[in-house]
């Protein structure tokens, strides 16, 4: 298995215009994370799915932010307007088993600047 | 919600030498994770080891539930194993919280 794929790696932009983030998880692994990394405030949460469906948003920062999972081999993250405060690697993870006791494994990061 | 503090923050080794990361955790817990992250950025899980002990070559992880730590083992340190160390705890249902790591850098 080729691991979580994600694109792109590196995205530059400017402020206001969308950022698209897409993920591809590991087959057959029933959750998947979006998490945030900055230097000031470490790996944070965004939000979570488990079997396509959004389980907990509380740590997407704001309505600009989104995520969709429209099926079991695809996400996105998507930020509509963005801001140079945005500027972060953004990481997709798998859970590998099942409910509290799962395994993450990350994939390699999309690093967003915002100009 | 569960707090997870890492120590020491940073550390400098010289090659060859060993060390003890360790990770705290104010609640119990049952999913624990260590993830090293190299200096270009990947995230490699290390170990998941919500109690007992491991190892995996020149790394091993201790975590006492009971007690609220888990420690990680570095010995005959390499200048690959520089990077940030995370600690990563279920804080409920699948929500990971990680500590804010420890730096190391190992000089040759």
């Known amino acids: 298995d080729a691991g979580v794929i994600q694109s792109p790696r590196h995205e530059v932009t400017e402020m206001g215009q969308e950022v698209t983030l897409r993920c591809k998880p590991i087959s057959g692994h029933d959750y998947l994370f979006w998490y945030r990394q900055t230097m000031m405030r470490g790996l944070e949460l965004l939000i979570y799915f488990n079997n396509n469906v959004p389980i907990d948003d509380s740590g997407m920062p704001e309505d600009r932010f989104s995520a969709k999972m429209p099926n079991a081999s695809f996400s996105t993250l998507k930020i509509q307007p963005s801001e140079p405060r945005d500027s972060a690697v953004y990481f997709c993870?798998?859970?590998?088993?099942?409910?509290?006791?799962?395994?993450?494994?990350f994939g390699e990061g999309s690093r967003l600047t915002v100009l | 919600g569960i707090q997870v503090e890492q120590s020491p923050p940073d550390l400098i080794l010289q090659e060859g030498a060993n060390s003890t990361l360790r990770c705290n955790f104010s609640?119990?817990?049952?999913?624990l994770q260590w993830f090293h992250q190299n200096p270009w950025g990947q995230l490699i899980n290390l170990f998941y080891?919500?109690?007992g002990t491991k190892q995996n070559g020149r790394l091993s992880a201790t975590t006492v539930a009971t007690e609220r730590y888990s420690l990680l083992y570095i010995s005959s340190s390499q200048t690959t194993d520089s990077g940030v160390y995370f600690c990563?705890?279920?804080?409920?249902?699948?929500?990971?919280?990680f500590g804010a790591g420890t730096i190391l850098r190992v000089k040759s």
């Open positions: 990563a705890v279920v804080e409920y249902g699948n929500k990971l919280v």
């Open positions: 993870a798998n859970i590998l088993g099942t409910g509290s006791t799962g395994e993450l494994f």
């Open positions: 609640d119990s817990v049952n999913n």
């Open positions: 080891i919500p109690s």
